[in-house]
């Protein structure tokens, strides 16, 4: 919940959460998911779209070759969204491989 009111702070305007695509707004987001993404620990890269990617990937062992599970979201918002619209997905899916992680398990 910490992670979600610290980005529902991030907003174009006062009072309202509105973070539209390629605001500063939606950098200022983009780079705070970015460094809880690296926290959890996931390699991030930003594509030629402004879309954020991390990754926590299986590397050697007895995980090499196997699926990968995608999760997804949206940073963005509509004008006045709700606090939970997009970033609830983002937040969960840093959630899960941050504990992954700390289990120290790929899978």
Same mark, same amino acid.
């Given at each position: 919940?910490?992670?979600?009111?610290?980005?529902?702070?991030?907003?174009?305007? @006062?009072?309202?959460?509105? =973070?539209?695509? &390629?605001?500063?707004? +939606?950098?200022?987001? $983009?780079?705070?998911?970015? !460094?809880?993404?690296?926290?959890?620990?996931?390699?991030?890269?930003?594509?030629?779209?402004?879309?954020?990617?991390?990754?926590?990937?299986?590397?050697?062992? @007895?995980?090499?070759?196997? =699926?990968?599970? &995608?999760?997804?979201? +949206?940073?963005?918002? $509509?004008?006045?969204?709700? !606090?939970?619209?997009?970033?609830?997905?983002?937040?969960?899916?840093?959630?899960?491989?941050?504990?992954?992680?700390?289990?120290?398990?790929?899978?």
């Amino acid at each position: 919940m910490a992670r979600l009111d610290a980005l529902a702070l991030v907003s174009q305007e @006062e009072g309202r959460l509105t =973070r539209t695509y &390629l605001s500063e707004a +939606h950098r200022q987001a $983009v780079d705070l998911v970015s !460094r809880w993404m690296r926290e959890a620990g996931m390699s991030v890269r930003l594509d030629d779209a402004a879309t954020l990617i991390g990754r926590y990937a299986p590397g050697s062992g @007895e995980f090499a070759g196997r =699926r990968s599970l &995608l999760l997804g979201s +949206h940073l963005d918002t $509509v004008r006045d969204a709700g !606090r939970y619209d997009g970033m609830l997905g983002v937040v969960t899916a840093i959630e899960a491989v941050r504990e992954l992680k700390q289990r120290g398990s790929k899978a």
